[in-house]
C-alpha cells in the first residue's frame, strides 16, 4: 500500500506562488502516472494536472494552464506542483493521488486508487 504525503500548502495573496511536494513510499513508483487534484468548499474534487511514469507526458486543467506546473523526480519518489499568479478561485484542498494501473496515462478522478491527506491552499484578494 503506498502512503503519499503533501505538503507546501498554505496562504498566499493572489499573484503569489507556491510550491507543492508529494513525497510517495515504496519502490514503483517510477510506474505509475501521477496527478494533482483539488477540492474547494461545497464542490467536487477537480483535476489539476497529471504527469506520465516517465515524466514525459503532462495534461492539465483549462483554468491552470500557462499558471501551474507539474513534474517529478523519480529517483527521490517525489511529484511536485509548481503554482504561478495564484487567483483566490485556486483556493481548495489540494489532493496528490497515484493512478491505479501502473504505465497508464488518464485522468479521470475515478483512474487513481491511491491519495495523500491533501494540503489546504488559501489565496487572498
Known amino acids: 500500500q503506498v502512503q503519499l504525503v503533501e505538503s507546501g500548502g498554505g496562504l498566499v495573496q493572489a499573484g503569489g506562488s507556491l510550491r507543492l511536494s508529494c513525497v510517495a513510499s515504496?519502490?514503483?513508483?517510477?510506474?505509475?502516472?501521477m496527478g494533482w487534484f483539488r477540492q474547494a468548499p461545497g464542490k467536487e474534487r477537480e483535476f489539476v494536472a497529471a504527469?506520465?511514469?516517465?515524466?514525459?507526458?503532462?495534461n492539465y486543467a483549462d483554468s491552470v494552464k500557462g499558471r501551474f506546473t507539474i513534474s517529478r523526480d523519480n529517483a527521490k519518489n517525489i511529484v511536485y506542483l509548481q503554482m504561478n499568479s495564484l487567483k483566490p478561485e485556486d483556493t481548495a484542498v489540494y489532493y496528490c493521488?497515484?493512478?491505479?494501473?501502473?504505465?497508464?496515462?488518464?485522468?479521470?478522478?475515478?483512474?487513481?486508487?491511491?491519495w495523500g491527506q491533501g494540503t489546504q491552499v488559501t489565496v487572498s484578494s
Open positions: 493521488a497515484r493512478h491505479h494501473r501502473v504505465m497508464t496515462f488518464t485522468t479521470q478522478v475515478s483512474d487513481f486508487g491511491s
Open positions: 515504496g519502490r514503483s513508483f517510477s510506474m505509475y502516472t
Open positions: 504527469i506520465s511514469w516517465s515524466g514525459f507526458s503532462t
